[in-house]
């Protein structure tokens, strides 16, 4: 009989399978990418599902008497991650599968807040000739990885979720900067407020435009303080 006789040894276990959590992120830039050329065009960030995986071991724990094979005395499972760092043995795997979600989901949490996307716009006219203009303010979300990268979440067509890096500056087609502020109480009783003043301005300017005044009211236009007249180009400063 062996001088062991009675001690158990405890495997570190053979990988039987791999589970893979995909989450919403930035995914890190490529080692080529990390230093790019002076001359290369800039890569923009994009979002996408990254994938970590979670090892799991089948550990056998056997009974060191006489000569191998030794008896199988107990088995077990390890699970283990390196992104979040963390280890869970148990003999439930539906348990420890549980367990691993719990953590990966409390890791890779994005943290959303609401905010405000003002636009005022200039839309096109389908009769006539002149100009039209809309004031909107629409929610988006802003959204904090755990690796600190920023998103932007917005509803489109009715259908949620299309996520895209947090461009930082929101511009239009034309390239005219909008304004993007948190969804704050104070910020939406300013915004309707501001709502009813653009419409009182469309009744005065109808009201200026009455069949009864029109002509007088646009030889005066020059003297109008609700419309300023426009101002002239600045000339193009070139620098040297």
């Known amino acids: 009989m062996s001088r062991h006789a009675g001690k158990k040894r405890t495997s570190q276990g053979k990988l039987v399978d791999t589970w893979y959590y995909a989450y919403k992120g930035i995914p890190k830039p490529l080692e080529s990418e990390e230093l790019p050329d002076e001359d290369a065009e800039p890569i923009n960030p994009t979002v996408g599902w990254i994938k970590t995986e979670v090892r799991v071991y089948l550990v056998k724990e056997t009974k060191d008497i006489g000569e191998p094979p030794h008896e199988t005395h107990k ?9 979040p760092l963390f280890e869970f043995t148990g003999h439930d795997i539906e348990a420890l599968h549980a367990a691993s979600w719990e953590k990966l989901d409390s890791h890779f949490e994005i943290k959303w807040t609401r905010w405000f996307l003002v636009k005022v716009s200039q839309e096109s006219i389908y009769e006539g000739v002149g100009t039209a203009m809309s004031f909107t303010y629409d929610t988006v979300e802003k959204g904090v990885t ?13 259908r949620r979720e299309k996520i895209t890096p947090w461009p930082g500056r929101f511009v239009d087609r034309c390239g005219r900067v909008q304004a993007c502020i948190p969804e704050t109480d104070a910020n939406r009783a300013a915004l309707e407020e501001f709502a009813k003043r653009v419409n009182l301005l469309r009744e005065r300017l109808a009201d200026f435009l009455k069949p009864e005044v029109i002509e007088e009211n646009l030889r005066l236009l020059g003297s109008c303080n609700l419309l300023p007249p426009v101002p002239l180009a600045l000339p193009e400063v070139i620098e040297v």
């Open 75 to 83: 088995v077990s499972f390890r699970v283990e991650c390196d992104e």
């Open 146 to 158: 755990h690796d600190g990268k920023e998103l932007l979440r917005q509803d489109k067509w009715g």
